[in-house]
């Protein structure tokens, strides 16, 4: 709706449209079950979701219309899907609540990873600010850039468009504490070994020397 109110595009909508027959055929992929089921999550009675490690639940894809960008996540798996629908389920029945993650790793891989989180304890949130929408949130937090990177080869230079920092961070921060409770090292002050990271530089062999020179 939004690229054909905003947009004279008629390839842009064609692109979008065929991105929604995409998105319907993953959806349907992910959701076949290889075993048979007699009780739904719905019947099961769960009125609370607390879930711990809540970092392995964040490879899902964002819808955008961006294209491929370097730093945000390309691949949704098969058990986050299920996670975010057992999400939902329950914040449909309590108001957007009752739903609690917690991980020490909430952004490890990909900028977008963040969108992920919020989106899954926050979407009433995120519905507020106008930000629910990933190229929106991106479009206010976030700034992407195109520049020429190193080739894997290391023989030539391409173009890339890669997510490179947040923007208006305070912002950012002040609407995800309104879900989150934060705690840093500082505040938590448990006791952690003390260690030395010693790199070791190693001179490549001949084989991967040869190797390199084939590759490039």
Partial sequence: REIKLGSDSDYTVKEAERSIKGLEHQLEELQKLERDTFIEFENLGIDFLFV???????????????????????????????????????????????????????????????????????????????????????????????????????????????????????????????TADIQTSDMLDLPVPEAKIIAVESELTQAQKYYLEELV
Avoid: C
């Fill in 52 to 178: 711990d490690e809540a970092h392995h639940f964040k490879n899902i894809r964002p819808i955008t219309g961006l294209g491929n960008v370097a730093g945000i996540t390309n691949t949704t798996s098969k058990k986050n899907v299920d996670m975010e629908m057992k999400v939902r389920q329950v914040q449909a029945e309590h108001g957007d609540r009752n739903v609690v993650f917690a991980t020490g790793t909430p952004v490890s891989n990909s900028i977008s990873e963040l969108f992920t989180m919020m989106n899954y304890i926050q979407p009433d949130v995120l519905e507020r600010y106008q930000v629910s929408n990933f190229d929106s949130w991106v479009g206010t937090f976030g700034n992407i850039e195109n520049s020429m990177e190193l080739a894997p080869t290391g023989d030539k230079y391409q173009p890339k468009k890669r997510f490179k920092k947040f923007v208006n961070l305070p912002e950012l921060m002040r609407i995800y504490k309104e």
